[in-house]
């Protein structure tokens, strides 16, 4: 009836296979008096004289199991089971009983286990560096958003909580905490949420190269390899392939889920060496504000359809990193960059209206957006043409501006994006200005020369999105295994 199982080497199954096993949210109260049989990780064991009460826990939920020393259990049953270790994996069989309270610290708190069999299925063997109790511990306080990380003083932490780095030297332990658990399920929520509105207004699934012959868009911040004796290196953006897919490729519109690189030596909150990149491109028919209509209705159906979704996510993210609820419009707000740089100035904050933003003047700008139009979410256009890529389209009406826009939550930008230049001399144009030397992107400009439609699109964040809507202060806690310029394991 208890004791260490044998090792599962898909020897044999069962006839009824999965189904012996119960899942642990689904106990209630409604299944009193039956049997259940449940795996998961031993999250605590405490003896209490003859009897033992252990927690198991099962992704974000846990179940108390109890045992007292009878004619059927023995003294050595609860002696195993209280000196199994830690986050070990267990099987108990047993009862499934109603509390006359209760249980406190489980997420099944109306029913527990009155164990009949206890085994372990796999035992942990090494030490933990850090309990699991400390793991899920509240924070103290809410730090910022921005600035500067500082890898050695996020080794340790006060109050019995766990250092940020010392999650992630252990991240597989560290992602069995409930609030890490939550954190990426809604981060896979939105992934899907984001491919069925698109796919739902008609864009298709694209996958592009990783490996490219030159920098994605003419910069210098790229991770270089050899491929075969040429130089080449890694992505910085699909932006290329994908209006080449869209304008040139006759899909009109498409997007891509995928891996985005960046050897910037950033060392902040919200910078990542590798992220993942929700990117989308789309012909357009006469203006750009197509783009901007599905970019807001996406995003309005990303934030309803994880309110619907996640909400117990959503509160268990809460419970330890605290934070308020998304503020966002059905109609998304959309100022020009102009009135952005005027709203700042009646702030009292030095901001020119062809120059660029600085991280605290978009943080002090989504401040002063929140408290006029009561909305954490919004976009903004007609950026200066100088602070964008060469393959942007400059403003008809203002040869300083631009055809651009980026999407902000909390006052932090998450996409960016604008109308590209379809036409192959203008390209040119534009690169020669930029000082990038035309023969580099000859592929890409000759792919304009046998006819494209007029297009636009953006890049988001999947790791800043997550981020800024749950309120996190530090992106590498919406990154499951993050990579930093310090940072390339596990």
Same mark, same amino acid.
Request: charged share 25%; aromatic share 8%.
């Given at each position: 009836?208890?004791?260490?199982?044998?090792?599962?080497?898909?020897?044999?199954?069962?006839?009824?296979?999965?189904?012996?096993?119960?899942?642990?949210?689904?106990?209630?109260?409604?299944?009193?008096?039956?049997?259940?049989?449940?795996?998961?990780?031993?999250?605590?064991?405490?003896?209490?004289?003859?009897?033992?009460?252990?927690?198991?826990?099962?992704?974000?939920?846990?179940?108390?199991?109890?045992?007292?020393?009878?004619?059927?259990?023995?003294?050595?049953?609860?002696?195993?089971?209280?000196?199994?270790?830690?986050?070990?994996?267990?099987?108990?069989?047993?009862?499934?009983?109603?509390?006359?309270?209760?249980?406190?610290?489980?997420?099944?708190?109306?029913?527990?286990?009155?164990?009949?069999?206890?085994?372990?299925?796999?035992?942990?063997?090494?030490?933990?560096?850090?309990?699991?109790?400390?793991?899920?511990?509240?924070?103290?306080?809410?730090?910022?958003?921005?600035?500067?990380?500082?890898?050695?003083?996020?080794?340790?932490?006060?109050?019995?909580?766990?250092?940020?780095?010392?999650?992630?030297?252990?991240?597989?332990?560290?992602?069995?905490?409930?609030?890490?658990?939550?954190?990426?399920?809604?981060?896979?929520?939105?992934?899907?949420?984001?491919?069925?509105?698109?796919?739902?207004?008609?864009?298709?699934?694209?996958?592009?190269?990783?490996?490219?012959?030159?920098?994605?868009?003419?910069?210098?911040?790229?991770?270089?390899?050899?491929?075969?004796?040429?130089?080449?290196?890694?992505?910085?953006?699909?932006?290329?392939?994908?209006?080449?897919?869209?304008?040139?490729?006759?899909?009109?519109?498409?997007?891509?889920?995928?891996?985005?690189?960046?050897?910037?030596?950033?060392?902040?909150?919200?910078?990542?060496?590798?992220?993942?990149?929700?990117?989308?491109?789309?012909?357009?028919?006469?203006?750009?504000?197509?783009?901007?209509?599905?970019?807001?209705?996406?995003?309005?159906?990303?934030?309803?359809?994880?309110?619907?979704?996640?909400?117990?996510?959503?509160?268990?993210?809460?419970?330890?990193?605290?934070?308020?609820?998304?503020?966002?419009?059905?109609?998304?707000?959309?100022?020009?960059?102009?009135?952005?740089?005027?709203?700042?100035?009646?702030?009292?904050?030095?901001?020119?209206?062809?120059?660029?933003?600085?991280?605290?003047?978009?943080?002090?700008?989504?401040?002063?957006?929140?408290?006029?139009?009561?909305?954490?979410?919004?976009?903004?256009?007609?950026?200066?043409?100088?602070?964008?890529?060469?393959?942007?389209?400059?403003?008809?009406?203002?040869?300083?501006?631009?055809?651009?826009?980026?999407?902000?939550?909390?006052?932090?930008?998450?996409?960016?994006?604008?109308?590209?230049?379809?036409?192959?001399?203008?390209?040119?144009? +534009?690169? +020669?200005?930029?000082?990038?030397?035309?023969?580099?992107?000859?592929?890409?400009?000759?792919?304009?020369?046998?006819?494209?439609?007029?297009?636009?699109?953006?890049?988001?964040?999947?790791?800043?999105?997550?981020?800024?809507?749950?309120?996190?202060?530090?992106? +590498?806690?919406?990154?499951?295994?993050?990579?930093?310029?310090?940072?390339?394991?596990?």
């Amino acid at each position: 009836v208890f004791g260490d199982a044998p090792m599962i080497q898909s020897a044999t199954k069962s006839e009824e296979g999965v189904n012996r096993w119960t899942r642990i949210e689904a106990l209630s109260k409604e299944m009193e008096g039956k049997k259940v049989l449940v795996r998961g990780f031993l999250h605590t064991a405490r003896g209490v004289g003859k009897g033992a009460f252990v927690l198991i826990r099962s992704s974000l939920y846990t179940v108390q199991c109890v045992a007292f020393e009878s004619k059927d259990i023995p003294s050595a049953m609860i002696k195993y089971m209280n000196g199994v270790p830690v986050e070990s994996i267990v099987d108990v069989y047993g009862t499934l009983t109603v509390p006359a309270n209760p249980v406190e610290g489980a997420t099944q708190s109306q029913v527990e286990v009155q164990v009949e069999k206890f085994h372990c299925v796999h035992k942990a063997t090494a030490a933990m560096p850090f309990q699991m109790e400390d793991a899920c511990r509240p924070d103290l306080v809410k730090e910022t958003d921005v600035g500067a990380y500082d890898h050695e003083a996020n080794a340790s932490a006060e109050g019995g909580r766990v250092g940020q780095e010392t999650r992630l030297d252990h991240r597989w332990i560290d992602l069995r905490t409930p609030a890490n658990q939550s954190i990426f399920r809604v981060q896979s929520m939105v992934c899907t949420l984001f491919r069925e509105y698109l796919l739902s207004q008609n864009f298709m699934e694209i996958h592009t190269p990783k490996l490219l012959s030159g920098a994605s868009e003419g910069g210098a911040d790229v991770f270089t390899l050899d491929y075969f004796g040429k130089p080449a290196c890694l992505s910085m953006s699909p932006q290329l392939h994908k209006q080449m897919a869209a304008a040139c490729g006759g899909f009109e519109r498409v997007f891509e889920i995928g891996p985005v690189f960046r050897a910037e030596n950033s060392n902040t909150r919200r910078h990542l060496c590798e992220f993942t990149g929700l990117d989308l491109e789309m012909a357009i028919v006469e203006h750009y504000d197509e783009v901007l209509d599905v970019l807001g209705d996406l995003f309005v159906y990303i934030f309803d359809g994880l309110t619907e979704k996640c909400g117990q996510e959503i509160q268990r993210v809460k419970e330890q990193h605290g934070f308020e609820d998304l503020k966002y419009l059905k109609k998304t707000l959309k100022i020009d960059y102009a009135t952005g740089c005027k709203l700042l100035r009646e702030a009292g904050v030095d901001q020119g209206d062809y120059d660029d933003l600085s991280t605290e003047n978009e943080k002090k700008l989504g401040d002063i957006v929140r408290e006029k139009y009561d909305t954490d979410f919004f976009i903004m256009d007609k950026y200066p043409l100088d602070v964008r890529p060469f393959y942007t389209m400059p403003d008809p009406n203002n040869p300083k501006l631009s055809n651009s826009y980026d999407v902000f939550i909390r006052g932090q930008e998450i996409l960016s994006g604008a109308q590209r230049v379809h036409e192959p001399e203008l390209i040119e144009e +534009r690169a +020669r200005a930029w000082g990038i030397e035309v023969e580099t992107i000859a592929s890409y400009v000759d792919s304009f020369r046998n006819g494209a439609l007029p297009h636009g699109g953006g890049g988001i964040g999947l790791e800043r999105v997550v981020m800024l809507y749950l309120g996190l202060p530090n992106i +590498r806690k919406s990154s499951m295994f993050p990579r930093d310029p310090r940072r390339i394991s596990p």
